[in-house]
């Protein structure tokens, strides 16, 4: 049972681009929606973090958008670089007894120069 | 360096065998964790600790068992390996009980 649905699988923009990001739950329990970044053979290392009573959260060129009544959320990466290219994650936090983090199906994002 | 560190980095070994993975962090955290990433990239919890006491075990096979000696340690040691034990393992830890895990660079188990 997938319970953050993440779309889409891969996405290839042109440097500068605007790539968007998708996910979304059910589980209304979830009180923190973490995005990951990872680069291969790498760890995930976290990116940006947003709470659900937040709309929108920026930091640098990544921005997260929340919808809470539509259970959705978003990455945004402005001015997109070739360096931005790497598989990123949303996840969100279960709020119950063992908080842990449930993570997305991952973007594999590929920035052509 | 502050750091989440895991050995072997890379584990090659044949099905049945009995292996572990160490890992260690040196950030002052009180929770760790063992993520499994399969080769679709899929990133599932097996277990987390808080100050050496088991908080979360996933549906994993009992064939893997964690070991936590402190909180700045835990291993992973899995049993009579199978195929579908190939993946790569993240250790991770955080500052606490639900705060954002810091991934270690994994371990690519395969068994041939």
């Known amino acids: 049972q997938q319970q953050v649905k993440q779309s889409p699988q891969s996405l290839i923009v042109q440097k500068g681009g605007i790539p968007i990001i998708n996910c979304a739950y059910e589980n209304t329990a979830f009180d923190y929606f973490p995005w990951y970044q990872q680069f291969p053979g790498k760890g995930p290392a976290l990116l940006i973090a947003i709470r659900p009573d937040v709309s929108e959260k920026k930091e640098g060129r990544f921005t997260i958008s929340f919808n809470k009544s539509a259970k959705q959320f978003s990455l945004h990466i402005m001015d997109s670089q070739p360096g931005d290219s790497a598989t990123y994650f949303c996840?969100?936090?279960?709020?119950?007894?063992?908080?842990?983090?449930?993570f997305g199906t991952g973007t594999l994002l590929a920035v052509q120069p | 360096d502050t750091a989440v560190s895991q050995t072997p980095k890379y584990l090659v070994t044949q099905m049945g065998n009995d292996k572990s993975i160490k890992c260690e962090q040196n950030l002052g955290h009180d929770t760790m964790y063992w993520y499994k990433q399969d080769s679709k990239k899929f990133l599932k919890i097996m277990f987390s600790y808080n100050n050496k006491e088991l908080i979360i075990n996933e549906t994993v096979p009992n064939r893997f068992s964690p070991k936590s000696p402190d909180k700045a340690h835990l291993n992973l040691h899995i049993n009579s390996l199978e195929l579908g034990d190939s993946a790569v393992y993240f250790c991770a830890s955080s500052l606490q009980r639900g705060g954002h895990p810091f991934f270690g660079p994994g371990t690519r188990l395969t068994v041939l």
């Open positions: 996840a969100a936090r279960d709020g119950g007894a063992t908080n842990k983090l449930i």
